[in-house]
């Protein structure tokens, strides 16, 4: 019996700089997680390298010194893929491309080829596929790859037009061809939504890997796709869920991340439309990794940039089984490593007990801690929206049943 073929990873390399606005602390951060995007991708990171600067080299976004050492590195060591943390210009990504030898992507090109690896509807590969386009289009000079002639033909070809002209009309073609398809399938969501009827909606947001599709799975006994991976799921589902004969949708939408390309968000419109109007959303938080404070913040920066920052929320600190990066300080919790795993009572002790007005639970989905309280909390949340909503409908509440009982 042939033995299993064993994945193999690209080589690579990931790129960061510490500026005034960026310590190096908050760099190494965000290079554990760019190196769990690559792992995501399919590289394997051998090393990081760093720079202090002031600002970027608009040439080649780090000084000359420091991309000569990376060339030597990635040379002896027969590296296949550099990728930088930040955007890099059009200019920089053609300057690095020549200078290194090597493939070079930056943040967003990698979570973009993540997508495109996720993608598994056509509606999730149109958007991606559009989002990929409008990344390439100012980066065609220097990357001419012969792109499939999509008008082919003698005569097509304008008097005197290079390849790279060519290309971008390609690329153009390809983004109005895909904005069009989206258009359509956009107004084909909006009909859907529509004839869901006046049901009260509930969306789970959050972080990417924080757990939402697990919870979904729990609460809807759906099947959603689930893996420890970052954007295991792009495409979003919705289930009709009943807690104590009250119905209402859970929707599933894609996770955020910190510097989410502003290609993603334009062209996820129609899955950022669910949170949109959404009347209840459940903003679920990896309270097991280290930055999750940052995590909320960067979810609520996109629910604020897609005007959903207004809406009722029910904070949802999961993966309590995982934790292990606080240490109890008299009143309150601060930041410093421990192993010590706390009760419920002293998690309602702490400052994020505090958020959202007393809406806060702490839950383990995988261990199903604490599912109860989520439950009857989601209840009492999605029951003054109904209520609100549909009064003449109080017949569907236990407790309206009790007091008729007892009358």
């Known amino acids: 019996m042939l033995e299993k073929e064993q994945t193999k990873f690209e080589k690579t390399v990931i790129v960061g700089i ?11 951060e965000y290079l554990d997680e760019l190196e769990f995007l690559t792992t995501t991708a399919g590289g394997e990171v051998v090393k990081r390298f760093s720079q202090k600067l002031e600002k970027p080299n608009p040439k080649t976004f780090l000084g000359t010194g420091k991309i000569d050492e990376i060339a ?18 059009p200019s920089q990504q053609k300057n690095l491309n020549q200078i290194l030898g090597v493939k070079v992507l930056d943040r ?4 973009l080829d993540i997508f495109a690896q996720r993608a598994q509807t056509s509606y999730a590969r149109t958007q991606v596929e559009l989002a990929q386009y409008q990344y390439l289009l100012p980066r065609l000079t220097g990357m001419w790859t012969h792109l499939e002639r999509q008008k082919g033909g003698i005569g097509l070809r304008g008097p005197g037009e290079t390849e790279i002209e060519t290309d971008r009309r390609i690329v153009r073609d390809r983004i109005a061809l895909l904005k069009d398809k989206l258009k359509v399938i956009d107004k084909q969501m909006a009909v859907q939504r529509s004839n869901r009827g006046a049901m009260v909606r509930v969306a789970l947001v959050g972080y990417t890997n924080v757990g939402k599709s697990t919870l979904m799975n729990l609460i809807s006994k759906s099947d959603v796709f689930v893996e420890n991976k970052l954007f ?30 502003t290609q993603l968000v334009e062209s996820f419109k129609s899955t950022l439309d669910e949170v949109r109007e959404a009347d209840l959303l459940l903003h679920v938080v990896d309270i097991s990794h280290p930055d ?29 089984d995982a934790f292990s990066h606080l240490i109890i300080d008299e009143d309150d919790l601060i930041t410093e490593r421990t192993s010590r795993h706390y009760t419920l009572e002293e998690w309602k002790k702490t400052w994020m007990n ?41 017949f569907l509440y236990p407790e309206y049943k009790e007091a008729k009982e007892e009358e």
């Open 18 to 28: 510490i500026t005034g606005n960026q310590t190096e602390e908050k760099l190494n």
């Open 72 to 89: 030597y590195y990635v040379k002896d060591n027969d590296i296949s893929t550099v990728i930088f943390d930040d955007e890099l210009s």
């Open 108 to 111: 967003t090109n990698l979570i």
């Open 232 to 261: 295991a799921t792009l495409d979003t589902t919705v289930r009709k869920v009943v807690i104590k004969n009250l119905p209402f949708l859970l929707t599933d939408t894609v996770g955020f991340i910190r510097k989410l390309p």
């Open 292 to 320: 999750f404070e940052d995590h909320i913040e960067s979810v609520n920066e996109i629910l604020k940039e897609i005007k959903s920052d207004d809406k009722a929320t029910i904070m949802v600190f999961n993966k309590i």
């Open 354 to 394: 505090r958020l959202g007005e007393n809406n806060t639970l702490f839950i383990s989905a995988t261990n199903k801690e604490n599912i109860e309280e989520f439950r009857e909390k989601v209840y009492e949340a999605v029951r003054a929206i109904h209520i609100t909503r549909f009064p003449y409908n109080n």
